[in-house]
């Protein structure tokens, strides 16, 4: 029996014949890890892993015929565009593709998985139900946004990876997961208390990684809720508003000082000055250098 974990480089290799064309590997993702893979019609040998696998299949102009087993119940499937299979940690898989198969493939961390669920459901007691060839459009549109992030570089930054993982983690308990669980609503936001601590935070910390794990501990709530409470009281998600604040920042530091562009962008929490420029050109509709012409310097 193989045992893969995905958190190693070269764990693929394992079970396919040629490596994925596209890997998180190196992108600092937390609790998730992404492939992209074109495969010719091969053989997958029995293997547990110790992550929850989701493959998304896509871009293929006919179904794929393919021979799957999962946790020992063997299926014949005909998959298309768009179609899921989970396979959850230490279920054993196995699979004949007779066809070229277009994947995408994400690993997930079980234990962050269980911790996402709500504050009523025990995150030991968390299990995901294993999943021969379906649709799931939700699935699909997730990991399409996953492997653009990946190819922009991580262009959102990391708190847009965390609100996609959660929404991922979330959407797999409430639908697959062995014991049902209902998403409460809130129709309120974040108390006035909690939101000040958070933004007070945001505020002091836009150079560094900010993680939306933090920002819901200093709210004292589930990441999940966090994020829907922070948008039903600021009008937009936690990454678009911390993005928009580093925008301002640089901003100011453009007006106010001669720091070069690359300075600023790491001052503000971008990974370099072209990070910094497509975010500044997408929301002030210039770029830095002439946002910086074109404003008079505030003489201190």
């Known amino acids: 029996m193989i045992n893969l974990n995905y958190n190693n480089k070269d764990t693929s290799l394992q079970v396919t014949p040629i490596p994925p064309l596209l890997s998180s ?7 998730m890890c992404l492939q992209y893979h074109d495969q010719p019609p091969h053989d997958i040998s029995s293997h547990i892993a110790s992550q929850h696998k989701v493959v998304i299949f896509g871009t293929q102009n006919n179904p794929i015929r393919a ?4 946790d020992g119940y063997r299926r014949e499937e005909q ?5 899921i299979i989970i396979v959850p940690v230490s279920v054993t898989h196995s699979c004949r593709s007779n066809d070229r198969v277009k994947a995408i493939v994400l690993a997930l961390n079980p234990v962050a998985i269980a911790n996402i669920a709500p504050d009523e459901i025990n995150p030991d007691l968390v299990e995901l139900t294993p999943q021969f060839a379906r649709s799931d459009p939700l699935l699909h549109q997730i990991g399409l946004t996953l492997k653009k992030e990946l190819e922009l570089g991580t262009f959102h930054g990391s708190l847009y990876i965390n609100a996609l993982f959660n929404a991922l983690a979330i959407h797999l308990i409430h639908k697959y997961g062995l014991k049902k669980v209902n998403i409460e609503q809130y ?8 939101l000040d601590r958070v933004l007070e935070f945001i505020d002091e910390n836009l150079e560094n990684q900010i993680q939306l794990i933090d920002l819901a501990s200093i709210a004292g709530i589930n990441q999940y809720y966090f994020s829907r409470l922070f948008k039903k009281s600021m009008g937009v998600p936690p990454y678009k508003y911390v993005t928009e604040q580093r925008i301002n920042q640089a901003k100011q530091l453009l007006k ?9 962008a790491i001052a503000c929490g971008f990974t370099h000055s072209s990070h910094l420029a497509r975010h500044f050109k997408r929301l002030v509709g ?15």
């Open 286 to 300: 210039i770029s830095p250098q002439v946002f910086r012409k074109n404003s008079s310097k505030i003489v201190l």
């Open 256 to 264: 106010q000082t001669d720091l070069n562009v690359l300075d600023i």
């Open 79 to 83: 998959i298309i565009n768009g179609d």
């Open 187 to 194: 129709l309120d936001g974040l108390s006035k208390v909690r």
């Open 25 to 31: 590997y190196r992108a600092g993702w937390q609790n």
């Open 67 to 70: 021979e799957r087993s999962l």
